[in-house]
C-alpha cells in the first residue's frame, strides 16, 4: 500500500485485506513508511519534516490496516502480518544484501532497469502540483527499497523477528497492487534474485504479481472470510 494515495481510503483497505485472505494462505501488508521518507525528500522537504511525514501517514494507513482486522475472525487475523519497516525490515541482513545489489544494479547508468526506475520515480515525483527541487536520486531509493522487500521477503519472514509467524518450507510470493507496475515485472523477470542473469529464463522466479482494481474489489464475494460477526 502507497503512503497519502486516495487509492487506499478505508472502505478499500478493507476490502482488499479481505479479498487477499479468501485467496492466499498468508497475507503480508507492506506500509513502505520507511522508503517513503526518500520520497518527501525528493519532494525537497528536510530530513525532520520527511521523517514526521513518513511517520504520520504510516501510521494512519496503519490504522486503517488495523481497524480492517478488526473486522475478521481471530483466525483470519492470525494469518495476516504487517511488517515495521524499522523493526522487522532494516534490521534482515539478507533485505540489506538485495538493497546493496539492486542498488549495484540501478547505478549502471544507461541500464535498461536503470531507465526502468527512472520512469516509475518521474512518475511518482511528477505528480507534485508545485514541485519544490526535485531530487530524482531520492525519488529512486524508495522504489529500490521496496523492490528489495519483495526480492527479500522470504528472507525477513524466516528472520524470526516477526512474533507468532510460522514459515511454511517453501511459498511463492505473489505481490498484489490496484495498477501494473513496469518497473516490478521488468525487476521480476530480470533481476530478481531467483531469476536468471540474462533474464531468459525466468521460470524459477518466485515472484509474481496480480492486479486488483477498484472494479474487482467491488464484485467480489466477501463471503468467504469469516469476520468477528461470524466467531
Given at each position: ?199 531468459s529464463s525466468c521460470g524459477s522466479c518466485k515472484l509474481s504479481m496480480e ?21
Amino acid at each position: 500500500m502507497s503512503l497519502e494515495n486516495s487509492f487506499f481510503s478505508k472502505e478499500t483497505v478493507d476490502s482488499l485485506i479481505k479479498f487477499c485472505c479468501s485467496h492466499y494462505d498468508q497475507v503480508v501488508v507492506m506500509l513502505p513508511d520507511g522508503p517513503a521518507y526518500h520520497t518527501y525528500r525528493a519532494f525537497g522537504f528536510d530530513e525532520i519534516k520527511s521523517r514526521a511525514k513518513a511517520h504520520r501517514h504510516g501510521n494512519n494507513l496503519r490504522n486503517k490496516v488495523a481497524a480492517s482486522l478488526g473486522g475478521l475472525s481471530a483466525a483470519a487475523r492470525k494469518r495476516v502480518l504487517c511488517p515495521r519497516w524499522a523493526t522487522d525490515v532494516d534490521v534482515c541482513l539478507e533485505y540489506q544484501a538485495q538493497l546493496t545489489r539492486i542498488r549495484a544494479l540501478h547505478s549502471c547508468e544507461g541500464s535498461a532497469f536503470s531507465e526502468q526506475v527512472h520512469a516509475a520515480s518521474a512518475q511518482v515525483v511528477g505528480r507534485e502540483s508545485n514541485p519544490r527541487h526535485i531530487d530524482t536520486a531520492l525519488g529512486a531509493e524508495c522504489l529500490l527499497q521496496e523492490l528489495a522487500f519483495l526480492d527479500a521477503l522470504d528472507a525477513i519472514l524466516n528472520s524470526g523477528a516477526l512474533k507468532g509467524y510460522e514459515p511454511p518450507e517453501s511459498f511463492v510470493s505473489v505481490f498484489v497492487y490496484h495498477k501494473p507496475w513496469p518497473v516490478f515485472d521488468f525487476f521480476r523477470m530480470n533481476c530478481a534474485s531467483d531469476s536468471s542473469t540474462d533474464g531468459s529464463s525466468c521460470g524459477s522466479c518466485k515472484l509474481s504479481m496480480e492486479v486488483v482494481t477498484a472494479e474487482m474489489l467491488r464484485h467480489h464475494s466477501l463471503s468467504t472470510v469469516p469476520t468477528a460477526a461470524a466467531e
